[in-house]
């Protein structure tokens, strides 16, 4: 069990490029979620995944944004003509099918910062 | 909509103190509840789950309890060390009927543990 992973950890873009992350969950765990947090703020949510079937999505996940769980392993979130107001750290969390409890576990987080 | 409070936004306290770090929700009815522990730019680390139906749990020096029909969790940390320096995140996840997994953060507690 190697925890959740995220790439890139770092990414630094200018406004208007597209940006996407991925994230590899635990392995066997089939949930998967995505949040963002700006400085200062507990993280909010953005979108859910059970295997491949997206779920739910927050109203802060703009037509900009798109998430993808194409195979029900690794995620990817992908932002489209990125403002600056979309620096953020992007987390990223999964939990198992087993057991009640739907424990999140979260990976490093990749900090987007858009100049 | 469920909000999540946490009083005071930071703490700093001398080697050895006992510490309680309040948490409150305003909507009861909730599915489980997590404490999470975040360094500085880095991504959450799962302290203590307590799901509704539990009022507490342990893991070594840290104490979470749940008075779920007042809206309050508190974590306990007992003889605090420096190393417990960190930002402190509180989340809910609400009643699964509403069809919902995501967690509801507080905006973190900092605390700073001095030598």
């Known amino acids: 069990d190697t925890g959740v992973s995220q790439n890139p950890r770092h990414k630094i873009t200018k406004r208007g490029q597209n940006v996407t992350f991925r994230c590899d969950p635990i392995s066997e765990h089939n949930r998967l979620y995505w949040y963002r947090q700006t400085l200062g703020q507990g993280p909010e949510f953005l979108t859910y995944?059970?295997?491949?079937?997206?779920?739910?999505k927050s109203r802060l996940l703009s037509d900009r944004f798109s998430a993808e769980r194409p195979k029900g392993s690794f995620s990817t979130l992908e932002i489209q003509r990125t403002e600056q107001g979309d620096s953020a750290m992007y987390l990223c969390?999964?939990?198992?099918?087993?057991?009640?409890?739907?424990?999140?576990?979260f990976g490093p987080g990749t900090r987007l910062t858009v100049t | 909509k469920q909000e999540v409070t946490q009083i005071p936004a930071a703490l700093s306290v001398p080697e050895g103190e006992n510490l309680v770090l309040n948490c409150s929700f305003t909507?009861?009815?909730?599915?489980?509840l997590q404490w999470f522990r975040q360094d500085p730019g880095k991504g959450l680390t799962s302290l203590l789950l307590?799901?509704?139906?539990?009022r507490e749990q342990t893991s070594g020096r840290l104490n979470a309890s749940l008075d779920k029909s007042s809206g309050r969790s508190t974590l306990y940390i007992a003889a605090s060390q420096p190393g417990d320096s960190a930002t402190y995140l509180c989340?809910?996840?609400?009643?699964?009927?509403?069809?919902?997994?995501?967690?509801?953060f507080g905006k973190g507690m900092k605390l700073t543990v001095n030598p």
């Open positions: 989340a809910v996840t609400d009643d699964l009927q509403g069809g919902s997994e995501k967690l509801v």
């Open positions: 909507d009861s009815a909730i599915y489980n």
């Open positions: 969390a999964s939990s198992p099918l087993q057991g009640e409890a739907y424990e999140q576990y």
């Open positions: 995944f059970q295997n491949e079937a997206q779920l739910e």
């Open positions: 307590i799901q509704s139906s539990q």
